[in-house]
């Protein structure tokens, strides 16, 4: 039965690494996939992480089954990291984390998620966004359209035409936003812009569905959060797909998030539960490794050292 399959195009990123292992150019520099390398072209591993593993190491004392949604210390943590400690949706009790296999994995559980009880809707991409943005909600089903983000003869954001577009998205689609360090362009929005986009949302009724790949990368920990702060102040409802691949290094325990912001916690919880049905039936429940290393205390008391 396998005769009649054609050969599938090369991912738009991970083969042009491959293409780059292949050239034997001694001069070659590989700016494909975002991975932080040192001065000898090594990925390094954070002192961090390795005093976290061996703490693991030493005192692991079972290798069974993660939760579905994975450790709730886990989830606790990421809504303080995306949010801060003592947020007003963390003391309403109504967000809900689930951990997943890397930043990927929540935003195509997230589209599993949405799918099944937004049907119709339509999500909205960034012109340009990340190659793999598209093909995740397009392989789970949605119609995919994009707004205006970047503008080539000014090398910087189209705001006006952004801002237009997401006043015209109607209620029920979704939007999906880069949080910061916009992916592929670099171009990011201001706090003030963060605002208005915000309000944008709130009176326009579309669900945010914000892709939060680089805290820490752009201006600090802190400050990163700010277009996620700016939504929840006007959006109740939306998501959050966030990772540790790249902030910590952990790109190989693909140790990432889906965060869900409900408007109350009786609605956190139901949404949640079909958030677990989805993970269930694709992955049954996250790898603990990553999860692990996050939530141990070796690991933030060399963090809190910085």
Same mark, same amino acid.
């Given at each position: 039965m396998f005769e009649a399959i054609?050969?599938?195009?090369?991912? +738009?990123?991970? @083969? *042009?690494?491959? %293409?780059?292992? =292949?050239?034997?150019?001694?001069?070659?520099?590989?700016?494909?996939v975002g991975v932080y390398k040192d001065e000898s072209g090594a990925t390094p591993i954070l002192a961090?992480?390795?005093?976290?593993?061996?703490?693991?190491?030493?005192?692991?004392?079972?290798?069974?089954?993660?939760?579905?949604?994975?450790?709730?210390?886990?989830?606790?943590?990421?809504?303080?990291?995306?949010?801060?400690?003592?947020?007003?949706?963390?003391?309403?009790?109504?967000?809900?984390?689930?951990?997943?296999?890397?930043?990927?994995?929540?935003?195509?559980?997230g589209a599993d998620f949405l799918k099944k009880f937004l049907p119709t809707a339509?999500?909205?991409?960034?012109?340009?966004?990340?190659?793999?943005?598209?093909?995740?909600?397009?392989?789970?089903?949605?119609?995919?359209?994009?707004?205006?983000?970047?503008?080539? +003869?000014?090398? @910087? *954001?189209?705001? %006006?035409?952004? =801002?237009?577009?997401?006043?015209?998205v109607k209620a029920g689609d979704i939007v999906l936003l880069?949080?910061?360090?916009?992916?592929?362009?670099?171009?990011?929005?201001?706090?003030?812009?963060?605002?208005?986009?915000?309000a944008v949302g709130g009176k326009a009724g579309w669900l945010p569905f914000m892709d939060f790949a680089y805290q820490g990368f752009g201006t600090g920990l802190e400050d990163d959060r700010h277009g996620v702060l700016a939504m929840a102040a006007h959006c109740p409802e939306m998501l959050v797909s966030s990772s540790f691949s790249k902030n910590f290094g952990l790109y190989q325990?693909?140790?990432?998030?889906?965060?869900?912001?409900?408007?109350?916690?009786?609605?956190?919880?139901?949404?949640?539960?079909n958030v677990e049905i989805v993970v269930r039936v694709n992955y049954s429940n996250p790898a603990a490794h990553g999860g692990l290393i996050v939530t141990t205390q070796e690991f933030h008391e060399i963090i809190r050292r910085f």
């Amino acid at each position: 039965m396998f005769e009649a399959i054609p050969q599938a195009p090369a991912d +738009a990123i991970l @083969g *042009l690494t491959d %293409a780059w292992k =292949k050239d034997p150019n001694p001069l070659k520099v590989n700016l494909g996939v975002g991975v932080y390398k040192d001065e000898s072209g090594a990925t390094p591993i954070l002192a961090s992480v390795k005093a976290a593993e061996q703490k693991i190491l030493a005192t692991a004392t079972t290798k069974s089954y993660m939760p579905i949604g994975g450790d709730p210390a886990y989830g606790k943590l990421v809504q303080d990291m995306i949010l801060g400690d003592g947020h007003e949706a963390i003391k309403a009790a109504r967000v809900r984390t689930a951990h997943t296999p890397g930043g990927t994995g929540g935003l195509r559980v997230g589209a599993d998620f949405l799918k099944k009880f937004l049907p119709t809707a339509t999500v909205w991409i960034s012109k340009p966004t990340w190659a793999n943005h598209r093909g995740i909600f397009q392989a789970a089903g949605f119609k995919v359209e994009e707004y205006p983000y970047y503008d080539p +003869a000014t090398k @910087g *954001l189209d705001f %006006a035409g952004m =801002k237009a577009a997401l006043e015209k998205v109607k209620a029920g689609d979704i939007v999906l936003l880069h949080v910061c360090c916009h992916n592929p362009t670099g171009v990011d929005l201001t706090k003030e812009q963060w605002n208005e986009i915000a309000a944008v949302g709130g009176k326009a009724g579309w669900l945010p569905f914000m892709d939060f790949a680089y805290q820490g990368f752009g201006t600090g920990l802190e400050d990163d959060r700010h277009g996620v702060l700016a939504m929840a102040a006007h959006c109740p409802e939306m998501l959050v797909s966030s990772s540790f691949s790249k902030n910590f290094g952990l790109y190989q325990d693909r140790t990432g998030a889906l965060t869900l912001f409900a408007k109350d916690a009786k609605q956190a919880d139901a949404s949640f539960s079909n958030v677990e049905i989805v993970v269930r039936v694709n992955y049954s429940n996250p790898a603990a490794h990553g999860g692990l290393i996050v939530t141990t205390q070796e690991f933030h008391e060399i963090i809190r050292r910085f």
